[in-house]
């Protein structure tokens, strides 16, 4: 054992359209993770402990925002990934990849009333945050301050209204897009799997004014580092 | 088996039931383009999309399957959308 820090690795991936790989690049390095660019048409790296997908507009949007990047060779690796214990995010479009891709309930359609929405926005941790690796640093009715910039932000549950209630860990204070249940974000049932809409990457820095998503990142690497010990 | 060249056009709108922001905000500006008829002026009722594409099937049952296999695939998202398919053997109608 040595006792120093461990080397975490993370890999985001890039898509063709992708415009925050760079953002949770730097937030997720300073949570300490090791961090690896990596395209999207190429299998995962092997060993990484956390995969993130990032903000844009992966294929231009073309006929539904998150469609086409989710048949992507690495997110079709992401179900392994997950079984492993592995973590993922996926923010903003990267969100719309992970319902697409079905790692997630739901859909994401366009906002209501219609329109971009670009602005602060305040989201507090609900009750079904608990035991979500992404939040072991947040108590339910925590409240962050993050920005939010989307047009297809609007959380559509399955078909047949399933009841997702125990899988949305933030609610939106003053819903800004229609979303079901005021669900600025979702897990899946492992807990490990975290879609979201406001950009906790761009709000991981002091210097930017804010630094409350820092949070989460800080909440996974915890978590990570309990359950990989000191392995390198 | 011998297979023939179909079309099928593919029309995606939204799922009855679920809110079409694209067709308030187009009803919004033709509304606007004649202020003075807005009350029977048209209203948009949906937006959608149109694909169409070609493949090789031995008849038209067989190329409506294939193709609603690839809509339940990647092209239609249920819980949003549904959809309208049209197949034709490939040069009738022109498509």
Redesign the interface.
């Known amino acids: 054992m040595s006792g120093g820090p461990v080397a975490m690795r993370a890999a985001v991936i890039v898509f063709p359209g992708s415009n925050g790989d760079r953002d949770l690049a730097e937030a997720l390095s300073a949570a300490s993770f090791a961090v690896q660019l990596c395209r999207s048409d190429e299998p995962l790296p092997p060993h990484v402990a956390l995969v993130g997908l990032p903000g844009g507009f992966s294929y231009g949007d073309y006929w539904r925002a998150g469609m086409l990047a989710s048949r992507a060779r690495a997110v079709r690796e992401l179900p392994q990934h997950v079984a492993r214990g592995g973590l993922v995010i996926g923010v903003c479009n990267g969100f719309q990849i992970l319902v697409e891709a079905g790692l997630l309930p739901g859909a994401l359609g366009y906002n209501a009333p219609p329109g971009f929405r670009h602005r602060w926005v305040e989201v507090e941790v609900s009750a079904s945050a608990v035991g979500s690796p992404w939040f072991n640093l947040l108590s339910a009715g925590a409240r962050l301050h993050l920005p939010l910039a989307n047009g297809e932000g609007r959380y559509q549950p399955p078909a047949g209204g399933a009841e997702l209630s125990e899988q949305v860990p933030l609610r939106y204070c003053n819903n800004p897009n229609g979303s079901y249940a005021d669900a600025a974000a979702l897990v899946d049932r492992s807990g490990r799997v975290l879609g979201i809409m406001p950009h906790p990457e761009r709000a991981a820095d002091p210097r930017l004014g804010c630094s409350d998503g820092m949070a989460l990142f800080a909440s996974a690497a915890r978590h990570l580092r309990a359950e990989l010990g000191d392995a390198p | 088996m011998e297979c023939k060249m179909f079309t099928a056009e593919l029309i995606v709108t ?2 009855p039931g ?5 067709a ?2 187009v009803t919004e500006v033709l509304q606007g383009l004649y202020p003075q008829r807005a009350a029977d002026a048209a209203r948009v009722c949906c937006v959608g ?1 149109y ?1 169409r594409l070609q493949l090789a099937a031995a008849d038209a049952i067989a190329a409506r399957t294939q193709v609603e296999q690839l809509c339940r695939e ?2 239609v ?4 959308e549904s959809f309208e398919l049209r197949v034709s053997e490939a040069g009738e109608g022109g498509a």
């Open positions: 939204p799922r679920v809110r079409d922001p694209q308030e905000a999309r694909l990647l092209l998202n249920p819980n949003l």
